[in-house]
């Protein structure tokens, strides 16, 4: 028998698989316990409830998603390039074969309004996604206005890709993104105590 954590990761692949592809009403315990190959009394040791394997789903989502984003941000140079790469990124995540959108959007979707819990834990992932993004624009010596602006289209690029079921709005959100960055350098040098 597997010990604890490797049983524990076991079921979360096994969850993040099937919730995601499929959604979280739709995929049971029993589910689970068949892909994971684990007991159904095995998942409940590990995971009281099915709520409970949701929170932990979305935990190790949230960590795996911001750890593979900021790799891919910290393999460029220039703050500007590092904003731009965010969006480069999305386009590598919508291009893979299972995408199917934020899995916190879904699950909000789902969930949001029976899970306070659930609920809570995508406030927090788009909270951080939002600091991280305004961290990278004033980086820049841009204001964070814009990186607000900037999460605006990433979250309506990541949304659109999953509806259209292509990688295209990563681009247009890229093009929009490289304009707005363009647009206030050049107000800053136009009017260089503005903002002071």
């Known amino acids: 028998m597997p010990d604890r954590e490797a049983a524990q990761d076991q079921a979360l692949r096994a969850a993040e698989k099937l919730f995601y592809s499929h959604g979280i009403r739709a995929v049971g315990m029993d589910a689970v316990r068949n892909a994971s190959?684990?007991?159904?009394?095995?998942?409940?040791?590990?995971?009281?409830?099915?709520?409970?394997?949701?929170?932990?789903?979305?935990?190790?989502?949230?960590?795996?998603?911001r750890q593979a984003l900021a790799h891919y941000v910290d393999t460029h140079t220039t703050p500007e390039e590092r904003v731009i790469a965010v969006f480069e990124w999305l386009h590598t995540w919508f291009s893979e074969p299972d995408y199917r959108g934020c899995a916190f959007i879904n699950s909000f979707g789902e969930l949001?309004?029976?899970?306070?819990?659930?609920?809570?834990?995508?406030?927090?992932?788009?909270?951080?996604f939002r600091d991280y993004l305004v961290t990278?624009?004033?980086?820049?010596?841009?204001?964070?206005?814009?990186?607000?602006?900037?999460?605006?289209?990433?979250?309506?690029?990541?949304?659109?890709?999953?509806?259209?079921?292509?990688?295209?709005p990563a681009t247009q959100a890229r093009d929009a993104a490289r304009l707005l960055m363009?647009?206030?350098?050049?107000?800053?040098?136009a009017h260089p105590d503005v903002g002071q």
């Open 136 to 168: 990278l624009v004033t980086a820049t010596g841009r204001p964070a206005t814009l990186g607000d602006q900037l999460v605006l289209l990433a979250e309506g690029a990541i949304t659109t890709a999953a509806i259209t079921g292509t990688a295209q």
């Open 112 to 128: 949001g309004g029976t899970s306070p819990e659930v609920a809570a834990q995508t406030r927090r992932h788009k909270q951080a």
């Open 182 to 189: 363009l647009t206030y350098a050049q107000h800053n040098q």
């Open 37 to 65: 190959g684990l007991s159904l009394k095995r998942l409940y040791q590990l995971f009281p409830s099915k709520e409970a394997l949701v929170l932990q789903f979305l935990s190790r989502r949230d960590r795996q998603w």
